[in-house]
């Protein structure tokens, strides 16, 4: 226990803490986890809800995700929640018993990025379960406590866990300037597709339409929200006739705002062909590091192309969203597992499966 903190009772120091470490190429094994000490800062929280993120899939069946590469045993999860176990001795906000979701970043507020308020694009983030950090699939976890957003009565632990995926659409319709003004094209209905039509619901968008090449996803995208959905393919030589039901889908127009949740060249040629003169298309999905698209016609009708890094200063609006009933996550949440060798195996399977599984969610 860290200095004038305090605790919960001294039983879960008693016990050992353990979570789920990446070893290798498809190979998770549950073992002790050494938390580091205590800070006056920090709190000590018991993970109870952690979901699977696509991130995690990639690091285990390829040690890697983007540009970073697991070069020693990693813990892996990011998007979690828990309750409040002792807290450090400067820390007034949050008690013992206290349900809180975690934002998984912790920015260094001395880069230029940092300085600026874009912290999420810090230059030394240290982010659950990017290398070499760890993550957050373990009994317990230390975070810094303003890292730590407590969650109202009633609102689930699992709810507070899906704040971070949640916090992607959010963020993407922040950067994309989504509102009642804006009719929106969502290319990919994947967990991310999802979120992003969640949140653009939220933000007060009334026409959305959602395209993806799995009939199944589709069928939860319309029961989600989207005003209508498109079946594509993967095919280049489709984007013509894609076009054209995606207009006919947004009654003859084109879309003022579209996210592209995939990041391939196919999905990403038809966010720009699709999007009205001076809209903008957000590229959220990271499918391809390199791609052809056609820029300069996009450009000369004045489409604005914007990135996102994860999010920032999202986690309040995403419990506001969700308390105030005007995202519910439920429905995304397919599959829950509890925390064995057998389950954390079971778990990522089911998720990398794909199909009918949205959200894989542990139970601790």
Not at 135 to 161: R, T, W, Y
Not at 315 to 344: A, M, N, Y
């Amino acid at each position: 226990m860290g200095k004038g903190g305090q605790s919960e009772g001294n039983g879960a120091q008693c016990e050992e803490n353990m979570a789920a470490w990446l070893l290798g190429v498809n190979t998770l094994k549950i073992q002790p986890f050494k938390l580091p000490s205590l800070g006056p800062n920090d709190v000590r929280v018991a993970m109870k809800a952690v979901g699977i993120c696509g991130s995690d899939v990639h690091y285990l069946k390829s040690m890697s995700c983007g540009d970073y590469y697991v070069k020693e045993p990693m813990v892996i999860g990011h998007e979690c929640a828990g309750i409040i176990k002792e807290v450090g001795s400067k820390v007034k906000s949050l008690a013992p018993g206290d349900k809180v979701a975690l934002e998984p970043g912790i920015a260094c507020w001395r880069c230029k990025p940092c300085k600026e308020g874009r912290y999420n694009l810090c230059d030394e983030m240290k982010f659950f379960a990017t290398p070499p950090i760890h993550g957050s699939l373990a009994n317990q976890i230390v975070h810094p406590a303003d890292l730590c957003f407590k969650l109202p009565e009633g609102m689930s632990l699992e709810e507070g866990a899906m704040c971070e995926p949640l916090s992607v659409g959010v963020y993407a319709c922040q950067r994309a300037n989504a509102s009642p003004k804006t009719s929106v094209l969502i290319m990919g209905a994947g967990p991310i597709g999802l979120v992003t039509l969640l949140a653009a619901r939220a933000f007060g968008v009334s026409k959305i339409v959602v395209a993806d090449v799995d009939e199944v996803r589709l069928a939860i995208a319309k029961d989600l929200g989207a005003t209508a959905v498109i079946k594509s393919s993967q095919n280049m030589e489709d984007v013509g006739k894609e076009l054209e039901l995606i207009k006919e889908a947004l009654g003859g127009a084109e879309a003022d705002v579209t996210f592209d949740c995939v990041g391939f060249g196919k999905t990403m040629t038809t966010a720009l062909k699709a999007t009205s003169r001076g809209g903008k298309v957000c590229l959220v999905g990271m499918g391809h590091s390199d791609m052809t698209v056609p820029l300069t016609p996009a450009a000369g009708r004045e489409v604005d192309i914007v990135g996102i890094f994860r999010y920032k200063n999202t986690w309040p609006l995403c419990i506001d969203f969700i308390t105030s009933g005007k995202i519910d996550v439920k429905p995304l949440i397919t599959h829950r597992f509890g925390f064995s060798q057998k389950e954390i195996e079971e778990a990522f399977a089911t998720s990398a499966r794909g199909g009918s599984a949205i959200k894989v969610m542990f139970n601790l």
